[in-house]
C-alpha cells in the first residue's frame, strides 16, 4: 500500500539509436523496427517509448527501472500518489486522457474500478511468469481468473512504537492509542479506509463494515482520539518516527523494516490484539493505456523472481511471488514482521470492497474528522 521518493517524479529518458530514428521517420510506412538490434553501445536497448507508472510513494526500486529500460529500451515515467482515494479520483477523472498505461492500487479498490469499467482485461499470453505467483493471491474473489489484476505486494498495517521512548511491551492494542499519556504524539495513516478500520476493530465490527451506525460509532469513538494525533500520513510513514515527530502509531510493516534499516533499530512494529490490517498491491493496466504492450512487458518483468526478491527485499514487504521468497535470505523470509504467522493472519483481516453507498458514509466522516482538528 501501501511506498522512490514522492518528492520528484523518477523520469529516465532514452537514447536514439540511428537505426531507431530512421524507423521513426518512416514509421508511416514500416509498422515497426526490430528491437533485436537495436541495442545502444552501453548494451541498453533502444526505443523512444515511454511507460507511464502510477504507483504509491517509496514503492519501486531505481534498480529494476534501470534494468528494465537497460533490457527494452523502455523508459519509465514514475508519478506517486498516497491513497487509493487520489488515485481512484484521478484516473476516473482522466479516464479519457491515456495519461497513465500502469497503476498499483490495493486489491479492495482493483475490484471497484473493474466494476465501473476504468480497467482494461490482461493478455495473459504476454505474461510468462505469472506461474510464479503463490497461487494463495490469485484467482481471488475480488478478480477471479486474474482478469484484471497481477499481484505486486503484499503487507499489513499495524502499530510503530519508539522503543527509546516507550517500552514496546506496553503497547499490544489499537485501544493503547486513546491513551491520555500520549497526547500529541500519535501518527495515523492519511488513509480513510484503514483509520476507519482501525476503530471499527477496538469497537469488534469488521474493518469492511457497511453499517452505516457502525461506521458512525468508529467515528465517534475516533474523535476522542484526535487530541491525541500529532499529525496524517500516509506518504513514507516511517520518516515522521525517523525525526521524532511522533513516537507511536501506525505505519505499514515494511516502513517499520525500512526505518531499522535505516538505523532507527529503535522502532518495534507489532501486530495489534484485534487485528492488523491486511492489503495487497496490484498491477492493472487503466482503459485508455497507450502504451499496453510496454505495461504488460514491466508487468513480467516484475514477476521474475530475481526482481521480485530485489523490490521485496529493498521495500520490505511481502512478495506474493513463491519463487522469488524461496530465492531470500533466510533471516528475509522467516521475519515474521514482514511474513506474519498463521496464528496472526487468522486474526488480520483483508481489506474489501464496501461499495459506493458505503464509501460514501465513510468519506463523510472522515471529512468530518479531518476538519475537526
Given at each position: 500500500m501501501p511506498r522512490l521518493s514522492s518528492h520528484s517524479s523518477i523520469k529516465t529518458t532514452t537514447r536514439l539509436m540511428p537505426k531507431a530514428l530512421l524507423c521513426a521517420a518512416i514509421?508511416?510506412?514500416?509498422?515497426?523496427?526490430?528491437?533485436?538490434?537495436?541495442?545502444?553501445?552501453?548494451?541498453?536497448?533502444?526505443?523512444?517509448?515511454?511507460?507511464?507508472?502510477?504507483?504509491?510513494?517509496?514503492?519501486?526500486p531505481q534498480e529494476i527501472l534501470d534494468g528494465f529500460k537497460k533490457e527494452t529500451g523502455i523508459s519509465v515515467n514514475y508519478t506517486t500518489f498516497d491513497s487509493n482515494e487520489a488515485m481512484y479520483a484521478k484516473l476516473k477523472l482522466l479516464d479519457d486522457s491515456s495519461q497513465y498505461d500502469l497503476a498499483i492500487p490495493s486489491t479492495y479498490y482493483v475490484?471497484?474500478?473493474?466494476?465501473?469499467?476504468?480497467?482494461?482485461?490482461?493478455?495473459?499470453?504476454?505474461?510468462?511468469?505469472?506461474?510464479?505467483?503463490?497461487?494463495?493471491?490469485?484467482?481471488?474473489?475480488?478478480?477471479?481468473?486474474?482478469?484484471?489484476?497481477?499481484?505486486?505486494?503484499?503487507?499489513?498495517?499495524?502499530?510503530?512504537?519508539?522503543?527509546?521512548?516507550?517500552?514496546?511491551?506496553?503497547?499490544?492494542?489499537?485501544?493503547?492509542?486513546?491513551?491520555?499519556?500520549?497526547?500529541?504524539?500519535?501518527?495515523?495513516?492519511?488513509?480513510?479506509?484503514?483509520?476507519?478500520?482501525?476503530?471499527?476493530?477496538?469497537?469488534?465490527?469488521s474493518g469492511n463494515s457497511k453499517n452505516p451506525e457502525e461506521i458512525k460509532a468508529a467515528y465517534d469513538k475516533l474523535t476522542t482520539l484526535m487530541s491525541n494525533v500529532k499529525t496524517f500520513n500516509s506518504d513514507a510513514t516511517r520518516?515522521?518516527?525517523?525525526?521524532?515527530?511522533?513516537?507511536?502509531?501506525?505505519?505499514?510493516?515494511?516502513?517499520?523494516?525500512?526505518?531499522?534499516?535505516?538505523?532507527?533499530?529503535?522502532?518495534?512494529?507489532?501486530?495489534?490484539?484485534?487485528?492488523?490490517?491486511?492489503?495487497?498491491?496490484?498491477?492493472?493496466?487503466?482503459?485508455?493505456?497507450?502504451?499496453?504492450?510496454?505495461?504488460?512487458?514491466?508487468?513480467?518483468?516484475?514477476?521474475?523472481?530475481?526482481?521480485?526478491k530485489i523490490v521485496s527485499e529493498e521495500i520490505g514487504y511481502a512478495s506474493p511471488n513463491i519463487a522469488a521468497r524461496e530465492m531470500m535470505p533466510e533471516n528475509v523470509r522467516n521475519n515474521p514482521v514482514i511474513y506474519p504467522s498463521q496464528a496472526v493472519l487468522a486474526k488480520a483481516e483483508f481489506q474489501e470492497d464496501i461499495g459506493d453507498e458505503a464509501l460514501q458514509v465513510y468519506q463523510q466522516y472522515w471529512d468530518k474528522l479531518k476538519t475537526s482538528r
Open positions: 514509421g508511416v510506412v514500416l509498422a515497426s523496427c526490430s528491437n533485436s538490434d537495436n541495442t545502444a553501445a552501453d548494451g541498453t536497448a533502444a526505443s523512444a517509448e515511454t511507460l507511464n507508472l502510477y504507483n504509491w510513494s517509496e514503492y519501486m475490484e471497484k474500478m473493474a466494476k465501473e469499467g476504468l480497467l482494461q482485461e490482461l493478455d495473459q499470453s504476454k505474461l510468462s511468469n505469472f506461474k510464479n505467483l503463490d497461487t494463495s493471491f490469485t484467482n481471488t474473489k475480488v478478480d477471479p481468473e486474474n482478469k484484471y489484476s497481477i499481484p505486486y505486494m503484499w503487507g499489513s498495517t499495524g502499530l510503530a512504537i519508539n522503543g527509546d521512548v516507550f517500552d514496546p511491551a506496553t503497547v499490544n492494542s489499537w485501544n493503547d492509542l486513546w491513551r491520555p499519556e500520549y497526547k500529541n504524539q500519535v501518527m495515523l495513516m492519511n488513509d480513510m479506509r484503514e483509520v476507519f478500520g482501525m476503530a471499527l476493530l477496538t469497537l469488534g465490527h520518516i515522521p518516527y525517523i525525526e521524532g515527530e511522533t513516537n507511536i502509531g501506525m505505519t505499514w510493516n515494511g516502513e517499520a523494516v525500512m526505518a531499522n534499516n535505516e538505523g532507527l533499530t529503535s522502532l518495534v512494529y507489532k501486530y495489534p490484539t484485534e487485528g492488523a490490517i491486511l492489503w495487497m498491491d496490484n498491477f492493472v493496466i487503466p482503459k485508455n493505456a497507450k502504451h499496453v504492450d510496454a505495461a504488460h512487458k514491466f508487468i513480467d518483468y516484475l514477476l521474475r523472481p530475481e526482481n521480485a
